[in-house]
């Protein structure tokens, strides 16, 4: 029986290639010289540090930019508050992987709206989805990506 999983994912690698560039272009920009902008990358958190506030917003940015060129969706990224502490601002931006329980039964309700006979399982961090044909299931990948949810997917694993 035909299968497929639905699932939100972020290339780690990509990921630091995009930080890695931050970094390079933030220490190369003029308006930054002499100032500690840069980003650090902990596993699935980043931190933007710079001088002021919207040196912050400028690094982010640039952040988002390079992770635009590296096709990473920059929907995955919560931003937390700029917090000022003396002559230093910073941000968390924690990058979201897997689906929450609550994301999962969104997209269930999707299937299940769609009126086509599949299947849908949760399974840890994704959302299994079976059919007895393919033409469902393409009309559920259709379905869910024309939704307007609040993180990007990806659909791996179709199995015939």
Do not use: W, Y
């Not at 924690?94 to 769609?114: C, F, N, P, Q, T």
Request: aromatic share 4%.
């Amino acid at each position: 029986m035909p299968s497929f999983d639905v699932v939100s994912e972020v290339d780690l690698q990509e990921l630091r290639n995009a930080v890695d560039q931050t970094n390079r272009e933030v220490g190369n920009r003029f308006d930054f010289k002499g100032t500690d902008a840069r980003v650090e990358q902990a596993e699935h958190e980043l931190t933007v540090h710079a001088a002021a506030e919207f040196q912050v917003d400028q690094v982010r940015d640039i952040l988002q930019g390079k992770m635009g060129k590296r096709k990473i969706d920059v929907g995955c990224l919560e931003c937390g508050e700029i917090t000022e502490v003396g002559t230093a601002a910073r941000q968390t931006l924690v990058v979201r992987h897997g689906l929450d329980r609550e994301m999962a039964k969104k997209v269930i309700r999707l299937i299940k709206d769609s009126k086509l006979k599949v299947q849908t399982a949760i399974q840890e961090e994704q959302v299994r989805v079976t059919g007895k044909k393919r033409d469902h299931l393409q009309q559920i990948m259709t379905t869910l990506r024309e939704a307007k949810l609040d993180l990007p997917l990806q659909f791996i694993n179709f199995r015939d």
